[in-house]
């Protein structure tokens, strides 16, 4: 018995297709019939449905066993497109990517926090929608907005943990508010988390375990175990930020309550401070860089000691979870050398051979673009996730009359 069909011709061997299509590896049909059983009859009427809906794509030919070569289908990357926002301290960038999560577009604008999360989240929605009415015709509509901010994030409620850098922003519920604002799916998540994902995807894909440490305005790991990020039970996972640097003279309040919590003594606001009562004009991280340029030697000496005391709290995460990787990122990983210097120093002092051995350290390679990058690789996935597919295909496009007869025979 054939199964039932919509008024696109899509029955749900055609689901299961497009689900087989979202690893993004080309196949011809006969790979196709192959992997799934089908008939190549039923692959070729199925994979004609899927052109029409505007959910495939032939991307050139396959290998010839004598006869015309084949074509091979792929995931039309430009069938939906994802919604990305990032929040931070002092700046917000928003983007718009395909389903290969590549960037179509973006904007970058500075925020005040403090004004509040109406206030930003309404600019940072402006800029997002005006870069949505940009896009090209071919390019479908957003299926989710991804939003990264700089707190854990409770996975039960989607509010941001009191015990934050965003305390006044602690009883705002984000999802309800872009979600009525957008009238599609929003996932928040932490900046951390997103740029692990982004730096994970970019340039570490066959890495199972990676440590993504980022160093600014505040410190927060991202984490990358067996293949997937890892948020902890309830969204905590990774806030080293107030762990204690075992240093004796790192005594020094924290806005949680706590004194000698590592935020409090390596984050850029601490080593302003540091810097400042040692007589040094600092108040930015371009007079940082400046600094480091003209090879002041107590900016120098700041930055290492922050290092070692990152390096100190590292040493315990990297020796409970054996990764193949740990990457730094954050405006302050780019402040020289000072920094990771000190960071490798303590690691290979005090964690065990066999775990540094193996253990790759090194600079964000995307810099400013891991948590936007993040957010949408986040998006897409969501996207392409089993139980989503169905929904995808309830609201294809039927694309040109023109295109549904040029359909590769």
């Known amino acids: 018995m054939s199964q039932p069909q919509d008024a696109l011709g899509l029955d749900a061997g055609a689901v299961d297709l497009l689900k087989l299509l979202a690893d993004r590896t080309p196949r011809t049909r006969a790979e196709i019939a192959q992997l799934t059983g089908a008939s190549r009859s039923t692959v070729f009427n199925r994979i004609n449905a899927l052109r029409r809906a505007g959910l495939v794509v032939g991307v050139g030919e396959g290998s010839s066993t004598g006869g015309r070569p084949s074509t091979r289908f792929a995931l039309n990357d430009r069938a939906r497109t994802v919604g990305a926002m990032q929040i931070g301290r002092r700046h917000c960038t928003v983007a718009v990517a395909d389903l290969g999560s590549g960037i179509l577009a973006r904007e970058r604008f500075d925020i005040r926090l403090s004004d509040g999360p109406e206030i930003v989240l309404d600019r940072a929605s402006e800029e997002l929608e005006r870069l949505i009415r940009e896009l090209p015709a071919e390019y479908g509509p957003v299926s989710v907005i991804t939003v990264g901010v700089s707190s854990p994030i409770d996975p039960t409620t989607g509010l941001i943990f009191n015990v934050s850098p965003m305390p006044n922003w602690s009883s705002f519920a984000l999802e309800p508010w872009l979600r009525a604002r957008f ?5 928040i998540d932490n900046d951390a988390t997103l740029m692990a994902i982004g730096e994970h995807a970019a340039h570490y894909p066959s890495a199972e375990d990676l440590v993504f440490v980022t160093v600014s305005n505040g410190i927060g790991v991202g984490l990358i175990l067996r293949g997937s990020a890892y948020s902890g039970a309830h969204g905590l996972a990774g806030d080293i930020g107030h762990l204690p640097v075992r240093r004796p003279d790192a005594d020094v309040p924290c806005n949680c309550g706590n004194t000698g919590c590592l935020v409090a003594v390596a984050s850029s606001d601490a080593i302003f401070s540091e810097l400042r009562s040692r007589g040094v004009q600092v108040e930015n991280a371009q007079d940082l860089f400046a600094l480091v340029r003209d090879g002041d030697v107590t900016t120098a000496h700041v930055l290492r000691r922050a290092g070692r005391d990152l390096g100190d709290v590292l040493t315990s995460c990297v020796t409970l979870l054996n990764p193949s990787v740990l990457v730094v ?13 000190g960071i490798r120093e303590v690691l290979f002092a005090r964690s065990i051979p066999h775990i540094t051995d193996s253990l790759t350290i090194a600079k ?8 936007i990058t993040g ?10 996730r089993q139980e989503n597919i169905t929904r995808l295909l309830a609201t294809a496009p039927v694309v040109a009359a023109r295109e549904a007869l040029t359909a590769v025979r």
Do not use: K, N
């Open 364 to 371: 964000t390679q995307t810099e400013r673009e891991a948590s």
């Open 183 to 187: 009238a599609v799916d929003i996932l």
């Open 329 to 341: 990122g954050g405006f302050l990983a780019f402040a020289g050398d000072h920094l990771m210097a």
């Open 375 to 384: 957010a949408a690789i986040h998006g897409a996935l969501w996207t392409l």
